[in-house]
C-alpha cells in the first residue's frame, strides 16, 4: 500500500502546475449588487477577486455599480473560480470575471477593467489562489496594480507597518495585505504599529 502512495506522490510532483481556467464556469449576470459583486445564473452571488470598490453608500460607490452594471447586466461571463478557500467570509464565490468576446471565447478580465476605469483598486487578498500580478501581465495593462501600496499588514494580525519595518518583514508572503494609506489600512480593521508608528 505504501509503495502505491509513494508511486501516486512523485507521479503528482511530475504533472505540470495546472493552469488557471478562466472558463470554469459561466452564466447570465442577472444582479449587479456593487461595483466588485454581482449574481450570475446557475453559479449564485459572485465577488470579484482581489479587487475593491467603494461601498454605495461612499464616495465613488453609485458610479462603481454603474459601471459594472452597464458592462456586464444581462450578459454572459466566464469564471475562474478561487479553487482554495472557493468562498469569502460572507459566503459569495471569489473569482476572476471574464468577458465573453463575439466569437466565445475568453475576453477581458473585468476585475482589471474595473480597476483601470477608476471604479476598484487593488488588494492582493492571500487566501484565493489569485496574484494580481499574474493577470494584470496578460490584459497588457503598463500598470503595476499595487505600486502604490504604502504600508503592508497581516492577514494575521491588526497591525500595519512601514515596509521596512522589521515587524513588517516577519510577515510570511502569503500573510501580506498591502494599503495605499492609513485610511485605508484603518478603513479595513488595522491599527499603526507601535514600532515603526506608519502615518
Not at 50 to 68: F, I, M, N, Q
Not at 163 to 189: H, Q, V
Request: charged fraction near 25%.
Amino acid at each position: 500500500m505504501r509503495r502505491w502512495i509513494l508511486l501516486f506522490v512523485a507521479l503528482a510532483l511530475l504533472l505540470p502546475p495546472v493552469p488557471a481556467l478562466f472558463d470554469e464556469a459561466k452564466g447570465i449576470v442577472t444582479y449587479v449588487t456593487d461595483g466588485d459583486t454581482i449574481t450570475v445564473e446557475g453559479v449564485g452571488v459572485v465577488r470579484l477577486a482581489d479587487v475593491d470598490s467603494p461601498e454605495l453608500a461612499e464616495t465613488g460607490g453609485p458610479e462603481a455599480k454603474e459601471y459594472t452594471r452597464k458592462q456586464l447586466l444581462g450578459k454572459l461571463v466566464f469564471l475562474d473560480l478561487d479553487n482554495i478557500t472557493g468562498l469569502d467570509r460572507y459566503g459569495r464565490k471569489v473569482c476572476i470575471v471574464s468577458m465573453v468576446n463575439d466569437d466565445g471565447s475568453v475576453g477581458e478580465n473585468f476585475n482589471c477593467m474595473l480597476v483601470d476605469a477608476g471604479h476598484a483598486t487593488v488588494e492582493d487578498v492571500k487566501d484565493n489562489e489569485f496574484d494580481p500580478r499574474e493577470w494584470w501581465e496578460t490584459t497588457g495593462l503598463n500598470t503595476d496594480p499595487i505600486a502604490d501600496k504604502k504600508f503592508v499588514g497581516s492577514t494575521e494580525s491588526d497591525k500595519y507597518h512601514y515596509p521596512e519595518c522589521r515587524w513588517a518583514k516577519k510577515i510570511s508572503p502569503n500573510n501580506e495585505i498591502w494599503f495605499s494609506s492609513s485610511d485605508d489600512a484603518k478603513s479595513n480593521g488595522y491599527v499603526p504599529c507601535k514600532v515603526c508608528h506608519p502615518t
